[in-house]
């Protein structure tokens, strides 16, 4: 893998975001990885920083994960790859299994963190968690989205994680 600029992964991790998902990776207390699929990112600069933000909502086990361990990795699969996977990890829990055992994903371990890496992606972003905020309901949400994606509840959890390497297989 080379290091690249977390924006030349940009249209990348646009395009998968609309077409299939990317994989949000976070890990337990013993560094066991829990890949779960991601639809919606947003990779900005925010405090003089490349940041990556993802939306999590609470039940999912990954929150409860990134709470714990403060770091998460993106994995981006060529666009139209992996796309089993994509949907096993956007549909299953790693509460109830381990999804990499299951999909038999081969890890690389992470070069700055502690998350390993899904070695069959092609762009990873490796991220430090800085802030985090929740989406609140008396909050100035627009009553269509709230409608839409907030009917019960679980709203999402907002991560920022700093882009401390990113990679191109
Ligand atoms: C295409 C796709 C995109 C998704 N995007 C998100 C997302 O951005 N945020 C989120 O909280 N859940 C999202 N999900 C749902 C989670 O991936 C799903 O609930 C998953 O099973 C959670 O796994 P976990 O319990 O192991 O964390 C998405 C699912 C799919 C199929």
């Keep these: ?62 929150h409860h994960l990134i709470e714990e361990s403060r770091e998460f990795a993106v994995c981006v699969p060529k666009r139209g790859e992996l796309r089993e996977a994509l949907e096993f990890c956007g549909t299953r829990s790693g509460r109830d299994l381990d999804k990499v055992a299951e ?14 890496l899904l070695a069959e992606c092609d762009v990873h972003y490796e991220c430090r968690v800085v802030a985090q905020t929740r989406l609140v309901p008396q909050g100035l949400l627009s009553p269509e989205i709230k409608a839409h994606y907030y009917a019960e509840g679980d709203l999402h959890t907002l991560f920022f994680g700093e882009i401390v390497a990113a990679w191109k297989a």
């Design 1 to 62: 893998m080379k290091p690249i600029d977390p924006w030349a992964g940009f249209s990348q991790l646009q395009e998968c975001l609309g077409d299939g998902g990317v994989f949000l990776v976070s890990i337990d207390s013993q560094g066991r990885a829990n890949p779960m699929t991601i639809g919606w990112a947003l990779l900005g600069t925010v405090w003089r920083r490349p940041v990556l933000l993802v939306l999590v909502r609470p039940s999912r086990f990954t």
């Design 103 to 116: 999909l038999g994903l081969a890890l690389t371990p992470g070069r700055e963190g502690r998350v390993p």
